[in-house]
């Protein structure tokens, strides 16, 4: 099983990047998927997942209208595009697959776990 995050990098505060994260070795359209990033110093905390079938999609309040979440089942692929960035989106990201039994952010639900890209935003 493997997950390669990738897309991260520097950025200036108001512009965009677009991660990706390609799954292999696993059933990637049975699996509902996720972003979670930790920052310096903190927790890790959920970003946004979709389901299965792409049908929905959840956020967190502080990326809500910025960023978006999709995922190509054929290319056995999710992405997080990401714009409007602040400084405070400054985190390592981290995609992982789930079988969602309650919440979406419960990262108990995740059961494989990518290796992170580091995303910089500069102010």
């Known amino acids: 099983v493997q997950l390669q995050a990738s897309g991260g990098g520097l950025v200036q505060a108001g512009g965009s990047l677009r991660l990706s994260c390609a799954a292999s070795?696993?059933?990637?359209?049975?699996?509902?998927m996720g972003w979670f990033r930790r920052a310096p110093g903190k927790e890790r905390e959920f970003v946004t997942g979709?389901?299965?079938?792409?049908?929905?999609?959840y956020y967190v309040d502080s990326v809500k209208g910025r960023f978006t979440i999709s995922r190509d089942n054929a290319k056995n692929t999710v992405y997080l595009q990401m714009n409007s960035l602040k400084a405070e989106d400054t985190a390592v990201y981290y995609c992982a697959a789930a079988t969602w039994s309650g919440r979406p952010s419960d990262s108990s639900s995740y059961v494989y776990w990518g290796q992170g890209t580091l995303v910089t935003v500069s102010s």
């Open positions: 979709i389901s299965r079938s792409g049908g929905s999609q």
């Open positions: 070795g696993f059933s990637f359209s049975t699996y509902d």
